[in-house]
Nanobody, 125 residues
Framework: QVRLVESGGGLVQAGGSLRLSCAAS????????MGWFRQAPGKEREFVAA????????NYADSVKGRFAISRVSGESTMSLQLSNLKPEDTAVYLC??????????????????WGQGTQVSVSS
């Protein structure tokens, strides 16, 4: 079973940057679509960004377009999310997800059957 582990979270000031990484435990990850979601206290888990199995296609939530960048290298079992120009409203636990059902960059959490434990991102004003 695919296991996902996130890293790279932390505390930054507004306007700062962070880079999150997600490492998969198996090479089967290479054919899966991948995504990032986030969940703030008392709020629903929401879509952030997704990337196709080959890294060609991406999707972003409107709230992060132009500030976040998702990437992966074909053949490597890691995925990254570069967070720039961070805002206090970006504060949340960020979770990595993988989909065995599709290789395309899906935005709905219903597509994703594998989840990491999450990494905390906190942005101070």
């Amino acid at each position: 079973q695919v296991r996902l582990v996130e890293s790279g979270g932390g505390l930054v000031q507004a306007g700062g940057s962070l880079r999150l990484s997600c490492a998969a435990s198996e090479r089967t990850f290479d054919s899966y679509a991948m995504g990032w979601f986030r969940q703030a206290p008392g709020k629903e888990r929401e879509f952030v960004a997704a990337i196709s199995w080959d890294g060609v296609d991406t999707n972003y939530a409107d709230s992060v377009k132009g500030r976040f960048a998702i990437s992966r290298v074909s053949g490597e079992s890691t995925m990254s999310l570069q967070l720039s120009n961070l805002k206090p409203e970006d504060t949340a636990v960020y979770l990595c997800a993988a989909s065995a059902m599709t290789g395309t960059a899906q935005t709905s959490r219903a597509w994703y059957g594998y989840w990491g434990q999450g990494t905390q991102v906190s942005v101070s004003s």
